[in-house]
């Protein structure tokens, strides 16, 4: 028997969206997979949606005979505030509200380190930390994690928020080795944020096991996440061939990294001009 009868994943060709595809498979009979772009074939058990999810028609249409919402469509970048607000912001709203509509229990959320980005590396942010945005980017984040606990508190709708780290193949620098998050402990994570019996609003950072902790997951326990991968074999590789920071600098003392020296981008983008 499987966990649930039909999962709905967004932003389904994506780097993480794709692994999430394969690795959750073995929870579901159906999976409802949605993005902008195409997704190749559909396999056994595969509905593929191609659409946008600004559209606010076609986004409630597919929160429709789901039991569970993961919503990862978005763009890991800097955005302008025009972009959030015609975009970002309305998809995430429709997700949320499709949910309330059409009974799916639970969204879980890719949200991002990003939210928190200000936060001191040696304060060792927890989850109920206030919020601390580093870019426009990292506001939506805020935003949509206040959207899921509105849900959770009025409607009953329960959301994982995912602040995921640093979701690549390898770590590349110095800052991954205590932000880093394998695919397969993404895959892992997403996981247990959907099978964990009660979450209610819930905030877990999503990162493997890394020696290096800048970000606690202390009061998150509940979710049951148990990453097996690691940074720390990459270590010696990384500490060999990059420069060590200055330890003053921003990027270096914040969680953010290197996000928090973006410019604003409406001023960036008037310096592409």
Known sequence: MTEFNRILITGAAGSLGTYLRHGLKHLTTHMRLVDRVDMGEALAGEELIVM?????????????????????AGVPREQSFDEIMTDTIPAAYHMYEGARLHGAKRVVYASSIHAVGFAEVDSVPDTEGRHRPDTFYGMTKCFIEDLG????????????N???????PEPADRRMLWSWLSFDDCVRL????????????????????????AVSNAKASHIGYRPKDSADGYAENILATTERQDPNARVARVVGGWFTNHPHPDDEAADES
């Open 162 to 168: 995912l602040r995921i780290c640093s979701c690549f």
């Open 149 to 160: 606990s509105l849900y959770w508190d009025k409607w009953g709708i329960e959301s994982v």
């Open 190 to 213: 997403t996981e247990a944020a959907m099978t964990t019996p009660r979450v209610a609003f819930s905030v877990i950072y999503g990162t493997s096991d890394n020696a290096q902790r």
């Open 52 to 72: 946008d999810l600004s559209d606010r028609e076609a986004a409630l249409e597919i929160t429709k005979d789901v039991d569970i919402i993961i919503h990862f």
